[in-house]
Structures are given as structure tokens and as C-alpha cells.
């Protein structure tokens, strides 16, 4: 059975740093590209970071130089590093794997093709105060 299961999320002060993990399962790990979304309250899901087998990393132009995306391979575990953060960082984060897109609808929903839903997480929720 796939599974992908995030923790980290919280809530802390504009400025602050926290750090997501993603444990994932039931599929091959190292040959997956992963990746990281977003979706805010009334937005679509964007896509933050990802990272594939070999270790290339990419960012969306409003997380560049404050994320970092990393990847354990023996624990089946990816990371994302967030610090410097903002308020309009606020959202629920999710862990999702070999997607096709930079925005759906909505994430682990919406118009994510039926075959790739089981590859999502159920998100964590980011919360950033000023």
C-alpha cells in the first residue's frame, strides 16, 4: 500500500524556521521524483519544491534561497527546510511523488489525475504570524 505521511507543520512568527518530513512507502523511493505543494485558503495547490533521484533540486521563484529540499534515501524520507518565513507562507503542505504539474486545483484532490492521488499525502498545516 502506498502511503506518504507528513509531520512538522506548526505555527510560529514571521522569521522563524521549521522543518517538514515526508516518510513515505509502499513504492520505490530513490526512483521517484518528490516533490512539495502548497495550498492556502482560496488558492490552487502550487508547487514549492522537488527533488529527484539524483539529488536535482528545483524551487518556485517565491521560496528560492529561504527552502531546501532534501532527501534521505535509506529512511525513505523527504525534508523540506523552511526558514525566513513569511506570513503569505501560510498553507497546508503537502508531499506528493512523481506529479505532473506545477498547480492543480486542489492538492491530494481536485483535478490531480486519478492515478496519481494515491501518491499524495494528507498535508500539514504551516501557519506564519507577523
Known amino acids: 500500500e502506498v502511503q506518504l505521511v507528513e509531520s512538522g507543520g506548526g505555527s510560529v512568527q514571521a522569521g522563524g524556521s521549521l522543518r517538514l518530513s515526508c516518510t513515505v512507502s509502499g513504492f520505490t523511493f530513490d526512483d521517484s521524483d518528490m516533490a512539495w505543494y502548497r495550498q492556502a485558503p482560496g488558492d490552487e495547490c502550487h508547487l514549492v519544491s522537488t527533488?529527484?533521484?539524483?539529488?536535482?533540486?528545483y524551487y518556485a521563484d517565491s521560496v528560492e534561497g529561504r527552502f531546501t529540499i532534501s532527501q534521505d534515501i535509506e529512511k525513505n524520507t523527504v525534508y523540506l527546510q523552511m526558514d525566513t518565513l513569511k506570513p503569505e507562507d501560510t498553507a497546508v503542505y503537502y508531499c506528493?511523488?512523481?506529479?505532473?504539474?506545477?498547480?492543480?486545483?486542489?492538492?491530494?484532490?481536485?483535478?490531480?489525475?486519478?492515478?496519481?492521488?494515491?501518491?499524495w499525502g494528507q498535508g500539514t498545516q504551516v501557519t506564519v504570524s507577523s
Open positions: 506528493a511523488a512523481d506529479t505532473t504539474r506545477y498547480t492543480f486545483s486542489s492538492c491530494a484532490g481536485g483535478d490531480v489525475p486519478p492515478d496519481e492521488l494515491k501518491y
Open positions: 527533488i529527484s533521484g539524483d539529488g536535482t533540486t
